[in-house]
Structures are given as structure tokens and as C-alpha cells.
């Protein structure tokens, strides 16, 4: 692993796939040397950025993109859906921010993303 390796994966985008990207930031979690505490939430963040973005799929893929560097993984869930706003006052939402690090919603036309990263506890910033 050389710092900053970057993982790309797009799925259908329905809750049947969502499985895949949680497996795949929890394989590239323990790459980055995070405990495993860190990478069980870091999967159910994972789970929980999906949840806020499937309600707004028409058909496009979901994808994720990881970034791996030491003690971190940075995780972007998009996809192109409805125009709209992510749900910011649900569980989905108040258990994310609880999760992880830099929480970031991003929306560009019709594209809406949800972007975090998750440090191993005592990481450089």
C-alpha cells in the first residue's frame, strides 16, 4: 500500500448492493491499520450514508470512492438521482455525524454525495 491509494466501486443502487461497499471499506479499513471498533463503525457509517442517498436513486449506479492513507480511510458515497437534500434530521443522519470524521453533503445538479473519513483514535489530523 503507497499513501494515499485510491479504490473506486459502483454498485446498482438499490439496499441489495449496499453490502458490497460496507465489505469493501471494512477490507480497505484494516489496510489502513484502523482498530476493529474503528472499522465496525466505519462500516455502519458506510450503511448509513447509503440510507440517506438511496431514497434519491433513479436508476444510476451508486459508487463509492476510498481513499487509503495511514491510520485513515476517506470514504465518498454519490450517486445521480432526484434533485433534493439528503435527510439531516433522522437517525441516519444524527448516527453518522456520531461515526465519523469531516462529515460533508455534497449535491451538483442532480448528483448528490454524502463524504467522510474515519481516523485511527490518536491519528495525525
Not at 6 to 12: A, K, L, T
Not at 28 to 46: F, K, N, P, S, Y
Request: proline share 3%.
Amino acid at each position: 500500500m503507497s499513501d494515499n491509494d485510491v479504490v473506486e466501486i459502483s454498485v446498482p443502487a438499490s439496499s441489495a448492493y449496499v453490502a458490497t461497499l460496507r465489505l469493501t471499506a471494512s477490507s480497505l479499513a484494516g489496510q489502513a491499520d484502523l482498530t476493529v471498533d474503528e472499522i465496525d463503525d466505519l462500516a455502519l457509517a458506510v450503511d448509513e450514508a447509503c440510507a440517506l442517498l438511496l431514497p434519491h436513486a433513479n436508476g444510476g449506479p451508486l459508487t463509492g470512492r476510498f481513499t487509503i492513507a495511514p491510520g485513515s480511510l476517506s470514504v465518498a458515497v454519490g450517486l445521480s438521482g432526484d434533485a433534493g437534500e439528503v435527510d439531516r434530521t433522522g437517525f441516519a443522519w444524527t448516527l453518522l455525524s456520531a461515526l465519523a470524521d469531516n462529515l460533508q453533503v455534497g449535491s451538483e445538479g442532480t448528483a448528490l454525495s454524502v463524504a467522510f473519513t474515519k481516523r485511527r483514535q490518536g491519528a495525525g489530523s
